[in-house]
C-alpha cells in the first residue's frame, strides 16, 4: 500500500469520517478545525488534530501543509473560509485539493480555483471518498449492496503492459472484469487475459473485500 499524507480542514461529521477512515486505512492524518472540542475527540483517534483558524495563512505556513500530498476542505458552512482554505491548499502547492460544496455557486467557485475535485455536501459520503482517496486509481464507483460494488479503475503507469488475469492471480482475489475501454474500442465481457495498457479503463464488479485485495496489489 502507498502511504500518503492527508490534511484535513473542518472536523464535522463529513471531515471526521474522512480523517478516521483514511487513518485505520493506513495513511498519516492532519486534521484541523477551530472547534476544540472536534479536535479533542479526534485526538486520539487520528495522526494529529490541531486547533487553528486557516484564514490566517500563517496558520498553514507553521503546519506545513505544503508538503502533504492531499488536502480534503470540508468546512461546515463558512462558505468564505472553505473559499480561503482551498486557495491557500493550491498557493502551497499542494497538488490535490478535494473540497465540499454547499452550493451550485460554491461548487463553480471552487472549481474555478484549481479544486481537484468537488463534492456534495451529504455527510454520508465521507466513508466512500476516502476510499477512492486510498486507492487512487479508482476513477468511480457504484455500491449494489450487501457490500457488492462496481468500480472503474483507470489503468497507470506500473499496470501499462500487464495482463488483466496475471493481476488477478497475484491478488487472489474474486473480481469479475466486466468492461475494458481503450481508446475509443469498448469492450463488454472481455476475456480476462487482455494486456492492459496506460489510460485503459477497466471496469470490475465484485465483493469489497474482494476488491480491496485486488487494489492493494496493483
Known amino acids: ?50 486547533i487553528g483558524d486557516v484564514t490566517d495563512e500563517s496558520v498553514l505556513d507553521e503546519l506545513n501543509v505544503g508538503d502533504y500530498d492531499v488536502g480534503v476542505v470540508a468546512i461546515g458552512r463558512n462558505i468564505e473560509a472553505a473559499i480561503l482554505a482551498t486557495m491557500q491548499l493550491r498557493d502551497r502547492g499542494v497538488k490535490k485539493v478535494w473540497a465540499k460544496a454547499l452550493t451550485n455557486q460554491h461548487h463553480r467557485i471552487l ?13 454520508e459520503m465521507g466513508a466512500h471518498v476516502a476510499q477512492e482517496l486510498h486507492y487512487p486509481m479508482v476513477n468511480n464507483y457504484i455500491g449494489l449492496g450487501e457490500e457488492e460494488f462496481i468500480v472503474e479503475l483507470i489503468v497507470s503507469d506500473n499496470l ?15 473480481v469479475e472484469l466486466v468492461l475494458l475501454k481503450q481508446g475509443k474500442t469498448t469492450s463488454t465481457n472481455p476475456s480476462s487475459d487482455v494486456t492492459l495498457h496506460k489510460g ?19
Open 200 to 218: 485503459n479503463q477497466v471496469v470490475l464488479v465484485g465483493q469489497l473485500d474482494e476488491l480491496r485485495k485486488f487494489a492493494d496489489h496493483l
Open 160 to 174: 501499462d503492459g500487464c495482463q488483466m488475469d496475471a493481476l488477478i492471480e497475484k491478488a487472489d482475489a474474486e
Open 1 to 50: 500500500m502507498y502511504k500518503q499524507q492527508f490534511v484535513i480542514i473542518g472536523l464535522g461529521v463529513f471531515g471526521e469520517t474522512i480523517a478516521t477512515e483514511l487513518t485505520r486505512l493506513g495513511h498519516d492524518v492532519l486534521g484541523i478545525d477551530t472547534d476544540e472540542v472536534k479536535v479533542d475527540r479526534l485526538a486520539e483517534r487520528i495522526t494529529h488534530a490541531v
Open 111 to 123: 472549481k474555478r480555483l484549481g479544486a481537484t475535485r468537488v463534492i456534495g455536501p451529504e455527510f
